[in-house]
């Protein structure tokens, strides 16, 4: 027995190990799950964008102190979505998926919401009638599309997992830095330029400026409502 055994182990030392070769993924190879992935961040940015830059300056003169803390509320649950996360990765739809289920219609509530706050964002922040500021309307009706935003996030984290590669999954945070950060430009200083009469008429020779936030909510709505039919479907 023991040079049964000491002959196995001079086999096993003396074969030649047979290594399995592991492909090493490309980012060219998930370019269309990166672009995705990217579009759908950018989508959550803008959002991000309105609430936490352009419609506080936006309607700075018409708000009080108090009215400015209660606006900031509506932010609350993009830094709270972990509490409910587990209810998005456990609960789904199996005909349609662990992440379609909640993607397809978080982006149509998104996009719902911003179509439905443009209709009633110029009397909630008191650009029409006798001036009065909505701001409760205007903070729950906001909060409701950040909440959205980021539920919609949380399934969209979990998605990159399935349409990138093993190799390149550790891109899904390059995708999401990307994608936000370019959408809360969109948001914040490119919607501020295009919203102001000076940058307009100097630079694109417009008398007046170019969008208003209830033109822009239009506009983005209706984007993200397009956007949902072509990824999802």
Not at 49 to 76: K, N
Not at 104 to 119: A, D, E, H, R, W
Not at 178 to 192: D, N
Request: contains cysteine; hydrophobic residues 50%.
């Amino acid at each position: 027995p023991l040079l049964s055994s000491h002959s196995q182990l001079t086999a096993a030392v003396t074969m030649p190990s047979k290594t399995k070769h592991v492909h090493k993924a490309k980012w060219q190879d998930d370019i269309l799950g990166i672009s995705v992935l990217m579009l759908l961040y950018c989508l959550q940015g803008i959002p991000l964008g309105l609430i936490f830059g352009s419609l506080p300056f936006v309607m700075a003169e018409r708000l009080s102190y108090t009215d400015q803390a209660t606006f900031s509320l509506a932010a609350y649950p993009f830094s709270l979505k972990l509490l409910w996360s587990p209810i998005v990765d456990a609960v789904y739809l199996p005909q349609f998926g662990r992440r379609k289920s909640w993607i397809f219609p978080l982006q149509i509530l998104m996009g719902v919401t911003m179509i439905f706050i443009s209709y009633h964002f110029d009397d909630w922040s008191g650009v029409t009638g006798n001036g009065v500021v909505n701001i409760w309307s205007l903070t729950v009706w906001m909060f409701l599309l950040i909440f959205f935003t980021a539920t919609q996030d949380i399934a969209v984290d979990g998605w990159a997992l399935t349409i990138l590669s093993v190799g390149n999954r550790e891109l899904q945070a390059m995708c999401q830095t990307i994608g936000q950060t370019f959408g809360y430009a969109l948001g914040f200083p490119v919607f501020l330029a295009l919203n102001s009469p000076e940058i307009c008429t100097k630079w694109f020779g417009s008398e007046k400026e170019l969008i208003t936030p209830s033109s822009f909510l239009m506009l983005c709505g209706t984007v993200v409502l397009v956007t949902n039919v072509l990824v999802t479907v």
